[in-house]
């Protein structure tokens, strides 16, 4: 690692999870991080998560300084990088849009580690009514993202949902033409071009538990 560059260390299982947002929007801003991988025999042997404030992963690391609560750790990184909006009411905005992913990413969680197999159907069927929230707030802001004209910490947080549904539900955003080319436009900008083509991203399941 370079010495000009920030010692940013994130542990975490080897699966997107909750720190695939996070890895995104480092790659995207040209960032070095290291990988601190944890199994899940590591996990359960206790050790690790004692040394946790909440007893939760992932960890973050930057120099001394050491953050847990994974969208804690994305404001601290939009406030670093500038991806926070141009004034407060913008970063209001963008708050308000990544506890808006929040949302979604719990009620994803929660249908796949607790009802996936009775609960999958049912959850895609009512998919386009959390959709088409986000469909409307792209398509009224003519400037490309979920707030303003350039990307916040909350768009990496959409994009990473996105292409979670769409191997969930490879035709959900049909129906979402805003949707449909935002995750078009996003994962195309080289630096997310080549996360999502490296092998690091690749070789990570979804999810801890393997569905998806």
């Given amino acids: ?9 994130i542990t975490y299982f080897a699966v997107r999870g909750r720190c695939e947002t996070m890895r995104m929007l480092l790659a995207d801003q040209g960032q070095e991080w290291k990988e601190n991988e944890v199994t899940f025999d590591m996990w359960k042997k206790g050790d690790l998560k004692a040394t946790c404030v909440f007893g939760q992963l992932p960890k973050f690391e930057d120099g001394d300084f ?4 994974s969208n804690a750790i994305l404001r601290y990184l939009a406030r670093a990088h500038g991806l ?3 004034d407060d009411k913008q970063a209001a905005l963008i708050d308000m849009m990544n506890d808006s992913c929040e949302d979604l990413r719990l009620k994803y969680a929660r249908m796949i580690y607790q009802d996936y197999e009775n609960g999958k159907a049912k959850y895609i069927e009512a998919l386009p009514g959390d959709l088409s929230k986000f ?5 009224d802001n003519k400037g490309g993202f979920l707030v303003g004209g350039q990307i916040s910490y909350a768009d990496y947080h959409l994009l990473d949902l996105l292409l979670n549904h769409q191997v969930l539900s490879p035709g959900c955003l049909d129906s979402f033409p805003a949707l449909k080319s935002y995750v078009a436009r996003l994962s195309a900008r080289p630096k997310i071009k ?3 083509e490296s092998d690091a991203h690749k070789s990570r399941p979804i999810n801890g538990n393997g569905k998806q």
Avoid: C, N, R, V
Avoid at 1 to 9: F, K
Avoid at 66 to 69: A, E, N, S
């Fill in 194 to 196: 080549a996360f999502l």
């Fill in 1 to 9: 690692m370079q010495a000009d560059m920030p010692a940013y260390i």
């Fill in 84 to 86: 926070y909006g141009k």
């Fill in 135 to 139: 469909e409307k707030i792209l398509s």
């Fill in 66 to 69: 050491t953050l847990y609560q």
